[in-house]
């Protein structure tokens, strides 16, 4: 048992707490042996399934018992938060289920699937408002309307009730390994705001020492493992919001302390092994996770050689992937594993030139996945964009060796990601 006089740092007694607060309400959600996970990384895979959940994320936990914690007072003045969908999702679901009503703040960027799922879920009890064009610029206006309005803010991470109410996922995870008699090795979880983190290794370290967790991040969102190198929480000045869930600028203070506490580990995943682990739950486990919910399966390829003959759980924390974003998802991963690239090459403005190009650098097995090209009057050239998918990635040393006699001058978009963003 850890024992701590710090009042900012959660013990296994608050998860427990809130447990009996939730477990009546909340789904159990199953702690799942994965066949495929486990041949392919040589241990011993088990994923909790948060994605079955109502509202299908862990975010509910936390939010339904931080609102339970308020004043009568309170909940008639209305509570309010901001967040990139899944708290929103979990906070809407609470209040139209206690008749409370929650005004939310959300990015313009969000997913619209899950801003219309905020909507189902509230009803007539909530109110939405996009504002921002990042969780920090959302929280800052909610902030604010909390102020004038008198209401409460339900924090989506950095409050120790909602880190408390996400902790009981861990309380699952033991209650379940106790009855199939496994010893875990390793708990895997995502890190965006570092409420569940905080909450599961928090609860972890009091019952279970002996497991290793690890909090996983986004590679090019990784405010976390900022705070940790500054010695507390610090703001990125760029961040990439693929990962939306996890895409959080400033880590809380709450959470940064109990994280330094508690956690053992810290892994950040590039965004497109995140990508290739969404398509491969997807197509062989026929799992649909958001990419803050595939964080901790995507870690899987990293950690492999430490986790060989291990027992690892791996939190799905959401599933609320918007299908309008798999062509990005695919993109994405091709460009990871090196099979498509992107170019912008001064073709002759001749007959034949196509045919040249095809015939002299496309290898025989690579393939035209874009070609964008428009005739320049009077001139002997013109730059064309075309994509190009290798049937193998080893294969690109040639390729560009090849692409080079053809033009000089030309320009990889793939190491370009303004003009790539721009043009593709």
Same mark, same amino acid.
């Given at each position: 048992?850890?024992?701590?006089?710090?009042?900012?740092?959660?013990?296994?007694?608050?998860?427990?707490?809130?447990?009996?607060?939730?477990?009546?309400?909340?789904?159990?959600?199953?702690?799942?042996?994965?066949?495929?996970?486990?041949?392919?990384?040589?241990?011993?895979?088990?994923?909790?399934?948060?994605?079955?959940?109502?509202?299908?994320?862990?975010?509910?936990?936390?939010?339904?018992?931080?609102?339970?914690? =308020?004043? $009568? /007072?309170?909940?008639?003045? @209305? *509570?309010?938060?901001?967040? !990139?969908?899944?708290? &929103?999702?979990?906070? %809407?679901?609470?209040?139209?289920?206690?008749?409370?009503?929650?005004?939310?703040?959300?990015?313009?960027?969000?997913?619209?699937?899950?801003?219309?799922?905020?909507?189902?879920?509230?009803?007539?009890?909530?109110?939405?408002?996009?504002?921002?064009?990042?969780?920090?610029?959302?929280?800052?206006?909610?902030?604010?309307?909390?102020?004038?309005?008198?209401?409460?803010?339900?924090?989506?991470?950095?409050?120790?009730?909602?880190?408390?109410?996400?902790?009981?996922?861990?309380?699952?995870?033991?209650?379940?390994?106790?009855?199939?008699?496994?010893?875990?090795?390793?708990?895997?979880?995502?890190?965006?705001?570092?409420?569940?983190?905080?909450?599961?290794?928090?609860?972890?370290?009091? =019952?279970? $020492? /002996?497991?290793?967790?690890? @909090? *996983?991040?986004?590679?090019? !969102?990784?405010?976390? &493992?900022?705070?940790? %190198?500054?010695?507390?929480?610090?703001?990125?000045?760029?961040?990439?919001?693929?990962?939306?869930?996890?895409?959080?600028?400033?880590?809380?203070?709450?959470?940064?302390?109990?994280?330094?506490?508690?956690?053992?580990?810290?892994?950040?995943?590039?965004?497109?092994?995140?990508?290739?682990?969404?398509?491969?739950?997807?197509?062989?486990?026929?799992?649909?996770?958001?990419?803050?919910?595939?964080?901790?399966?995507?870690?899987?390829?990293?950690?492999?050689?430490?986790?060989?003959?291990?027992?690892?759980?791996?939190?799905?924390?959401?599933?609320?992937?918007?299908?309008?974003?798999?062509?990005?998802?695919?993109?994405?991963?091709?460009?990871?594993?090196?099979?498509?690239?992107?170019?912008?090459?001064?073709?002759?403005?001749?007959? @034949?030139?196509?045919?040249?190009?095809?015939?002299?650098?496309?290898?025989?097995?690579?393939?035209?996945?874009?070609?964008?090209?428009?005739?320049?009057?009077?001139?002997?050239?013109?730059?064309?964009?075309?994509?190009?998918?290798?049937?193998?990635?080893?294969?690109?040393?040639?390729?560009?060796?090849?692409?080079?006699?053809?033009?000089?001058?030309?320009?990889?978009?793939?190491?370009?990601?303004?003009?790539?963003?721009?043009?593709?």
């Amino acid at each position: 048992m850890v024992v701590t006089e710090n009042q900012n740092l959660l013990t296994e007694t608050d998860v427990q707490k809130a447990n009996e607060v939730l477990a009546p309400i909340i789904r159990h959600t199953p702690l799942q042996y994965d066949v495929y996970l486990s041949q392919k990384y040589n241990c011993q895979v088990y994923l909790k399934r948060e994605d079955l959940q109502a509202v299908r994320s862990f975010k509910i936990r936390g939010a339904y018992y931080a609102i339970t914690q =308020t004043t $009568p /007072e309170q909940r008639q003045r @209305g *509570v309010v938060c901001a967040s !990139a969908g899944n708290h &929103a999702q979990g906070v %809407a679901w609470t209040c139209h289920n206690l008749g409370v009503h929650a005004t939310i703040f959300m990015p313009v960027t969000t997913p619209q699937q899950k801003v219309g799922q905020v909507a189902f879920f509230g009803g007539d009890d909530v109110t939405i408002k996009l504002t921002g064009d990042t969780f920090d610029a959302s929280a800052q206006a909610a902030t604010e309307f909390c102020e004038k309005e008198n209401q409460t803010f339900i924090a989506p991470f950095d409050n120790l009730n909602t880190m408390a109410g996400q902790g009981t996922l861990a309380v699952e995870v033991f209650d379940d390994a106790k009855k199939q008699a496994l010893k875990v090795d390793y708990l895997l979880a995502a890190i965006g705001g570092g409420g569940l983190i905080s909450g599961i290794s928090a609860y972890s370290k009091g =019952t279970h $020492p /002996e497991t290793k967790v690890v @909090g *996983v991040e986004p590679q090019h !969102a990784a405010s976390m &493992a900022a705070a940790f %190198a500054k010695g507390g929480p610090v703001t990125l000045d760029e961040m990439d919001t693929f990962v939306d869930g996890a895409a959080v600028r400033t880590v809380g203070g709450l959470t940064y302390a109990n994280a330094k506490a508690y956690v053992d580990e810290l892994a950040a995943v590039p965004e497109g092994q995140v990508c290739r682990t969404i398509l491969d739950l997807y197509s062989k486990e026929a799992i649909v996770a958001e990419p803050a919910g595939a964080l901790s399966v995507a870690a899987l390829e990293q950690m492999q050689a430490e986790l060989t003959g291990k027992t690892v759980v791996c939190v799905i924390s959401g599933g609320n992937n918007d299908i309008n974003r798999m062509q990005e998802i695919e993109e994405r991963a091709s460009i990871f594993e090196g099979v498509q690239h992107y170019f912008v090459v001064d073709f002759p403005q001749r007959p @034949g030139a196509l045919r040249e190009f095809t015939n002299e650098v496309l290898g025989p097995n690579d393939d035209i996945t874009k070609f964008e090209y428009t005739k320049k009057v009077n001139r002997g050239s013109g730059p064309v964009l075309i994509g190009v998918r290798l049937n193998d990635k080893t294969t690109l040393p040639a390729l560009l060796e090849r692409l080079t006699k053809f033009d000089p001058h030309y320009i990889n978009l793939v190491e370009n990601q303004m003009l790539y963003t721009m043009l593709v």
